[in-house]
């Protein structure tokens, strides 16, 4: 039997009480697929502080280090806002995706065909909208040198090496061979000398995908198309600061925060997570939407694990549970037949998986 070992970091606020509906999901499809999960929890964020005085203790990376896959809830809370900054729980969070080495962020938008009335465009732009953006997570803009700033002026650098935007237009390029292989890359090649070059490098890596259909949009552009006719992409592959934007706004393409998840991937070992926070505002309460950790849970068995199979049964299932009405109190307005807690979501999710 093959066995996986997951690295559970729960975290703060709801982050425990996602992750545990997560686990419920992926043991139901463990048995349903004759594989097994052993997990090891690893302490990050405040909670970690509180127990350790370090956001991010160092057995947390030892463990996620040994690990096939770490699965992540979220971190943060008022509590520890007035730590100084590199005690705060993001700085954690940002120290992990740094020694894990994560260049890649990926983040699907899918329009779940049960909640287009959830989006705040019209039904019939988002109805069947299906689309991961794959943003380079550790150059660029964000990361260039020199930077710095005066009483009066301020400045960064965007840079990119041919090596940088090689390996990520290698995964956009792998990520579509297992969709619909059509690959956008978002760039801003009018103006910035940076984004000529992103772009024949990305049209150096296509000649090794000849079956995935490549275009170019600018960036300035990327972002109208996304809120005119967000259907006509499959993969959008971008650099740091666009992707950033761009994610952002399609992830509210389907309607919930609670519903999104992502992928964090490098060299060594990927952070799958919900793209919400920690929620303070609901933590306890049992009622935050699951979902969006589920569908984390669905990436990791696809992309770190390679078990295509078992993520194809948990995205069907979670469709199932919204065809048939059930809603989180999120979207509780939305043509939902039956309100249930966070546990009854996974439970039923996990049950669908089952079948
Ligand atoms: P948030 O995403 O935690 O919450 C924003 C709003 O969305 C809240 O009203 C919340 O109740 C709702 N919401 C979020 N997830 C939900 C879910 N699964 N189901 C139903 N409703 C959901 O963002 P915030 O309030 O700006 O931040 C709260 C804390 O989380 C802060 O400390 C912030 O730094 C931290 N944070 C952590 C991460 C992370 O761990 N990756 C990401 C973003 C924010």
């Known amino acids: 039997m093959k066995h996986y070992k997951i690295a559970l970091i729960k975290g703060d606020g709801i982050g425990p009480e996602v992750i545990d509906e997560a686990v419920k999901v992926l043991d139901s499809v463990a048995a349903f697929a004759g594989f097994h999960f052993e997990y090891e929890e690893a302490l990050m964020g405040g909670i970690a502080y509180d127990i350790t005085g370090d956001p991010l203790p160092k057995e947390t990376i030892e463990i996620a280090l040994k690990s096939d896959a770490v699965l992540f809830g979220a971190i943060g809370g008022e509590k520890w806002d007035k730590l100084e900054r590199e005690l705060r729980p993001e700085s954690g969070l940002l120290r992990f995706r740094k020694e894990l080495g994560v260049y890649a962020n990926l983040r699907p938008a899918t329009v779940y065909d049960e909640l287009v009335n959830a989006s705040s465009l019209k039904p019939s732009v988002v109805s069947g909208v299906d689309l991961v953006v794959v943003r380079e997570l550790i150059g660029g803009l964000y990361f260039g040198e020199p930077k710095g700033r005066t009483d009066d002026k301020g400045w960064n650098t965007m840079v990119y090496t041919r090596s940088e935007i090689k390996r990520i237009a290698h995964k956009a390029f792998e990520i579509a061979m297992t969709r619909k292989k059509i690959v956008c890359s978002v760039d801003k090649a009018n103006v910035l000398e940076v984004s000529q070059l992103w772009r024949e490098v990305v049209i150096e890596v296509s000649s090794e995908y000849p079956e995935v259909e490549l275009s170019h949009m600018y960036v300035d552009n990327a972002a109208m198309q996304l809120i005119r006719n967000p259907k006509q992409f499959d993969v959008m592959l971008t650099g740091n600061i666009f992707g950033d934007i761009l994610s952002d706004e399609s992830s509210m393409l389907s309607g ?23 929620a303070p505002d609901i933590a306890g309460q049992g009622i935050a939407n699951p979902i969006a950790t589920i569908a984390s849970a669905s990436m990791m068995l696809r992309y770190a694990l390679g078990e295509a199979k078992a993520a194809d049964k948990i995205d069907a299932s979670i469709k199932r549970t919204l065809k048939e009405g059930y809603r989180t109190h999120d979207l509780a307005q939305f043509d939902a037949k039956e309100v249930c807690s966070t546990s009854e979501m996974g439970s039923i999710i996990a049950n669908y998986v089952s079948k």
């Open 256 to 278: 919930s925060i609670g519903l999104l998840p992502s992928a964090s991937i490098g060299s060594k070992i990927g952070v799958y997570e919900p793209i919400h926070g920690s």
